[in-house]
């Protein structure tokens, strides 16, 4: 146990080896990322930040190398190495679902140098969820408002202060330099115990879409009619998979400037027509149906099958942010009821 004081000192003592990430409330009210200085505290409002973890580990976008137009020079090329951070980063304040959807992405990018780099420079410190939001739905995922997976350390807000609970043992190390922590009183232990049993229930009514989607025959559902009428109304923003943390299809492309040049990754979007485009001018999801089908698809059989999981952590952001309100936990209802 830490009071606020004793933990923004012992941020502030951090932040001379690490850099620090925390939700911030903007000037318009909403939560986003941003740079913790000075022992600084992240605001602890209920939710998701308006962007996903996935930033910090799939940077948009990420140079691959660098090459010069002028082949002799010594520096023609030049390869980015994966690790580019002076400092590890501590990210504090991760919610659960967000800390999950880490560990889902390193299922594709397994072998991938640049994210598993990210991963392993990277700390979180979740704060537990002590009560879900009227777009969260982590529990129908396979997730909890306070679970542990992906995080360093998981920290239980009270009135006076935060219970730190160690996950990993590099997160145990980071701990032990907090210093002045005391023993829980027996009313902080109750308060715990009230929100891991409180929390889950505080989330919509319960359903287990993984198992009943995955006993269902989906790929029988590939031609029902349901899905015309739900692509008729999305405008194919991309909206949903760029703030989505398990979305993560890229592209990648070369950018020069007066014979220097370099080679980038940044985010795609399944939902956009080119994403699919082949040199041919074939294009197997040309058309709106196809793409609306694919992101959902992906994320409730293709992932699954693949990988096991949903690719889905019931964030809540694309419900949230979709401006015609579709949303993924009435398609998976629905594809539960055809
Ligand atoms: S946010 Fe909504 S409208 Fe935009 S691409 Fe996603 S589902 Fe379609
Ligand atoms: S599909 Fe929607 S609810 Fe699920 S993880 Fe992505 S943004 Fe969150």
């Avoid at 990018?109 to 879900?132: H, I, K, V």
């Avoid at 350390?153 to 210093?179: N, Q, Y």
Wanted: aromatic share 10%; charged share 30%; with cysteine.
């Amino acid at each position: 146990m830490l009071d606020n004081k004793d933990f923004s000192a012992w941020l502030s003592r951090l932040s001379d080896s690490h850099d620090i990430y925390g939700p911030k409330k903007t000037r318009k009210g909403m939560l986003e990322w941003a740079r913790l200085e000075g022992g600084q505290l992240p605001d602890p409002e209920p939710g998701v930040p308006k962007s996903s973890i996935k930033t910090f580990y799939f940077p948009q976008p990420e140079t691959l190398f660098e090459f010069s137009a002028r082949p002799k020079k010594e520096d023609a090329f030049r390869l980015h190495e994966p690790s580019r951070h002076q400092n590890p980063r501590l990210l504090i304040g991760v919610r659960p679902c967000d800390a999950r959807s880490v560990v889902l992405n390193s299922m594709p990018y397994q072998e991938d140098p640049y994210f598993q780099e990210n991963r392993r420079n990277t700390f979180l410190l979740g704060y537990a969820c002590s009560q879900g939001c009227s777009t969260c739905f982590c529990t129908w995922t396979g997730g909890s408002p306070v679970g542990q997976d992906g995080l360093d350390i998981l920290a239980f807000l009270l009135e006076d202060g935060l219970v730190l609970e160690p996950v990993t043992e590099r997160g145990e190390e980071l701990l032990e330099k907090a210093g002045s922590a005391r023993d829980l009183t027996r009313a902080q232990e109750q308060k715990v115990d009230e929100i891991r049993q409180k929390a889950p229930a505080s989330l919509p009514e319960e359903m287990e879409p993984a198992p009943r989607l995955r006993e269902k025959e989906l790929m029988a559902l590939y031609d029902a009619p349901f899905w015309q009428e739900l692509s008729d109304s999305c405008i194919n923003c991309g909206t949903c998979t760029f703030l989505c943390p398990t979305c993560y299809c890229f592209d990648i492309q070369d950018e020069t400037l007066r014979g220097r040049g370099r080679r980038i990754r940044y985010w795609d979007s399944c939902m956009f027509p080119l994403f699919t485009l082949h040199a041919s001018g074939h294009n197997p999801r040309g058309e709106k149906i196809k793409r609306v089908r694919n992101r959902f698809m992906h994320k409730l059989k293709y992932f699954p099958d693949r990988f096991g999981p949903l690719s889905c952590v019931g964030c809540g952001r694309c419900v949230r942010d979709c401006p015609v309100n579709i949303d993924i936990r009435q398609v998976m209802k629905e594809l539960l009821a055809i």
